[in-house]
Nanobody, 121 residues
Framework: QVQLVESGGGLVQAGGSLRLSCSFS????????MGWFRQAPGKEREFVSI?????YYADSVKGRFTISRDNAKKTVYLQMNSLEPEDTAVYYC?????????????????WGQGIQVTVSS
């Protein structure tokens, strides 16, 4: 069974940076596509970034966020630079495998508990 735990969130001022980490517990980490999603109060959970053989980014974070993974450590990271108040949300790590739409929240079978990122003006 797969378990995911996020860390590295917090409160930063606009223009600042944070690095989120997601630790993976389970088998065959390298076979999973790992993603980051976020959800602001009153809004639907949305795609942020995904890494498999390639990387994918939402237009809203492209050029500011960088996703990476360390298969030896079974960890995926999200480096967030030039943060904006609009980035404020609970950020979730997620995992999926096999074919499908990697941008779709509903395609992901495993989720972390989420971690708060707050960006002040």
């Amino acid at each position: 069974q797969v378990q995911l735990v996020e860390s590295g969130g917090g409160l930063v001022q606009a223009g600042g940076s944070l690095r989120l980490s997601c630790s993976f517990s389970g088998r065959t980490f390298s076979s999973y596509q790992m993603g980051w999603f976020r959800q602001a109060p009153g809004k639907e959970r949305e795609f942020v970034s995904i890494i498999s053989g390639n990387t994918y980014y939402a237009d809203s974070v492209k050029g500011r966020f960088t996703i990476s993974r360390d298969n030896a450590k079974k960890t995926v990271y999200l480096q967030m630079n030039s943060l904006e108040p609009e980035d404020t949300a609970v950020y979730y790590c997620a995992a999926r495998s096999g074919p499908g739409n990697v941008y779709n929240v509903r395609q992901y079978a495993y989720w972390g508990q989420g971690i708060q990122v707050t960006v002040s003006s």
